[in-house]
């Protein structure tokens, strides 16, 4: 996610929705480096000490060098840090933090950003690599890190959903390296591991041969997942129908719709469509155009897709196909995983990858040919 690791004297920012496991990434993290004989103060003013240690030690053995620090006091904070010179400082969360010289409640714009300021200075005058976790709605309305984003060198996101196994980290501002990366994290009882093989694990439970499943590489920083998007297109009877979409851009879907319409002769106007990234994952790159048309497409004519065929691909109002970047990329990844047939836009496309056949397409009714 940081191209490299945490930078010395670094201040970064975890952000993400209460319960999404950010406390239990950082507890890992933070028996990880005590474990390497590196020095670390983890400030709670969330939970008890007594909780705390209770989650350590379901994540594994403590080490001695890992000091617990329950106060919200970023002055007594700073001062601990300044006698122990720790490797790793972690602060959760900086909604509880308070700087006794600012006005405002624990939480509030002022104090957030003076407790900010505060580890900011510790950070960079003792060099010590600090972590603060801030809490966001899905909205990100609270005073926590939308306020932050401009003082600290690094943000990261945790994004997932708490009723699926799979968490992302994304990188999306790092002063000392890429901010495209992202890591995918398991949660058992255990904690959070890391995915190895994330485009199998998105996969595993894809239905076989039904309508409006369909495959498409998203390309995710330096590496491609694989992942299954659907759509289901259903009668209604309502003068309005109905346009829901789950980890896509509503607006891009609603003018996939109107060209599916209008190009292709998709009689979609009394039909609810509902469009989904199955996984917990954000697919908003235009890439995802072609097989989210696909799934549509099969949905509506009750065809499932071929089990082998992966797709890529932006689609114009006129009903062309646009490239798009990184297509090797999504190409080889498409391959590895055993996909025989990959569709992408012909401008670049190439006759084989991998033991893969790449179809290339100029419109999206050359693409739905596939359901004939």
């Given at each position: 996610m940081l191209g490299g690791g945490l930078v010395r004297g670094s201040l970064v920012l975890l952000g993400g929705e209460p319960g999404i496991g950010k406390s239990t990434l950082l507890l890992q993290v933070a028996m990880s480096v005590a474990a390497r004989g590196g020095g670390v103060v983890?400030?709670?003013?969330?939970?008890?000490?007594?909780?705390?240690?209770?989650?350590?030690?379901?994540?594994?053995?403590?080490?001695?060098?890992l000091v617990l620090f329950p106060e919200t006091d970023v002055?007594?904070?700073?001062?601990?840090?300044?006698?122990?010179?720790?490797?790793?400082?972690?602060?959760?969360?900086?909604?509880?933090?308070?700087?006794?010289?600012?006005?405002?409640?624990?939480?509030?714009?002022?104090?957030?950003?003076?407790?900010?300021?505060?580890?900011?200075?510790?950070?960079?005058?003792?060099g010590v690599t600090t972590v603060v976790v801030g809490h966001v709605t899905k909205e990100g309305a609270i005073a926590g890190p939308r306020?932050?984003?401009?003082?600290?060198?690094?943000?990261?996101?945790?994004?997932?959903?708490?009723d699926h196994v799979l968490r992302v980290v994304r990188a999306v501002k790092n002063r000392f390296g890429p901010v495209s990366g992202i890591g995918m994290f398991e949660m058992d009882e255990g904690g959070l591991r890391g995915v190895e093989h994330?485009?199998?694990?998105?996969?595993?439970?894809?239905?076989?041969?039904?309508?409006?499943?369909a495959v498409f590489p998203l390309v995710e920083g330096p590496r491609a997942l694989l992942v299954e998007v659907q759509a289901l297109a259903s009668q209604t009877c309502a003068a309005q129908p109905r346009r829901l979409a789950t980890g896509l851009d509503l607006g891009r879907v609603l003018q996939l719709l109107a060209v599916l319409d209008r190009r292709v002769g998709s009689a979609l106007g009394s039909h609810?469509?509902?469009?989904?990234?199955?996984?917990g994952i954000r697919a908003v790159e235009p890439a995802c155009d072609l097989p989210l048309a696909l799934a549509v497409a099969s949905s509506l004519r009750d065809r499932p897709l071929p089990p082998d065929l992966a797709a890529f691909g932006e689609i114009g109002l006129a009903g062309e196909l646009r490239p798009v970047p990184r297509t090797s990329l999504r190409v080889d990844e498409a391959s590895r995983l055993g996909f025989a047939r990959?569709?992408?836009?012909?401008p670049g496309a190439s006759g084989s990858s991998g033991g893969a056949d790449v179809i290339p397409v100029t419109t999206l009714e050359e693409a739905l040919r596939v359901l004939d």
């Open positions: 983890y400030a709670t003013g969330e939970e008890s000490p007594v909780q705390v240690r209770m989650r350590a030690e379901r994540l594994g053995e403590i080490a001695e060098g002055t007594a904070v700073e001062a601990l840090a300044e006698s122990e010179r720790p490797a790793l400082l972690v602060v959760d969360s900086i909604q509880t933090a308070v700087d006794p010289d600012a006005s405002g409640g624990a939480g509030s714009v002022v104090q957030v950003r003076a407790a900010t300021t505060r580890l900011m200075r510790v950070a960079k005058d003792l306020v932050l984003e401009h003082m600290v060198d690094a943000v990261l996101y945790f994004e997932g959903e708490r994330p485009s199998s694990a998105l996969l595993k439970d894809r239905p076989a041969a039904v309508p409006g499943s609810d469509v509902y469009a989904t990234v199955a996984g990959i569709m992408c836009p012909a």
